[in-house]
């Protein structure tokens, strides 16, 4: 059974749309995470929910609107996308040891 | 501020060569420690966790790593390579008071010659 899981997994679209990636995870866990890894592979943490509630919102433009419906969904949805937020959007899960499992990660292109 | 320092951007051993991938870290309280390990065009993978106790941790895939406070240092270990540990590796620092947010490191990638 998968642990985290996004949709989808690729995405291509032109500059100025606006696009919405999906995550769940079935662990169980109260906390959820989106990270996005750049072109080099940096890896930050934008922003983090626990139990639906925004807890961490790392310096990202707000046309980045995550949405929690409920402890096992975190989706990410990005208005007007521009060239710079091409990159891999990884979600991620923890319990309470902070422990976080990680999703397969969606590679988003802005053409 | 939390940061975490990978050395090396890429590292070449032979298969069957011992492996230290190296990891300092900078954070203002007990640091909660991990290794992942990413594959191209895969998720991360947690290979091991430092949270408290032993410095020295086993994880997955025949994978350690000693916790040594006062080099502030967080090094991988593997006796010995196979090919297909070929991918990137991160170090990751975090805390509960930070908001359970990790901090990764650059990456190390790892080449496995045969």
């Known amino acids: 059974d998968t642990a985290v899981s996004q949709t989808p997994k690729y995405l291509v679209t032109q500059m100025g749309n606006d696009k919405s990636i999906k995550c769940e995870q079935n662990?169980?866990?109260?906390?959820m995470y989106w990270y996005k890894q750049d072109s080099k592979k940096f890896l930050k943490i934008m922003f983090s929910y626990n139990n639906k509630e925004l807890i961490i919102n790392e310096t990202v433009p707000n046309r980045f609107s995550p949405k929690s419906p409920d402890k096992a969904h975190l989706n990410l949805h990005i208005n007007s996308l521009e060239l710079g937020d091409s990159a891999v959007y990884f979600c991620a899960s923890s319990q309470v040891t902070i422990e976080q499992f990680f999703g397969p990660g969606t590679r988003l292109t802005v053409l | 501020a939390q940061s975490v320092t990978q050395p090396d951007i890429h590292i070449t051993v032979s298969e069957g060569a011992s492996l230290e991938l190296r990891c300092n870290y900078s954070?203002?309280?007990?640091?909660?420690l991990f290794w992942y390990v990413q594959s191209p065009g895969q998720g991360l993978q947690l290979l091991l966790k430092y949270f408290s106790g032993d410095t020295l941790v086993q994880g997955i895939k025949g994978f350690e790593a000693e916790f040594k406070r006062s080099q502030s240092s967080f090094n991988l270990r593997k006796p010995s390579v196979h090919w297909s540990d070929a991918a990137e590796y991160f170090c990751?620092?975090?805390?509960?008071?930070?908001?359970?947010?990790?901090?990764f490191g650059a990456g190390t990638i790892l080449r496995v010659k045969s």
């Open positions: 662990l169980g866990h109260d906390t």
């Open positions: 990751a620092v975090g805390g509960v008071g930070g908001g359970n947010k990790l901090v």
């Open positions: 954070y203002g309280a007990t640091p909660y």
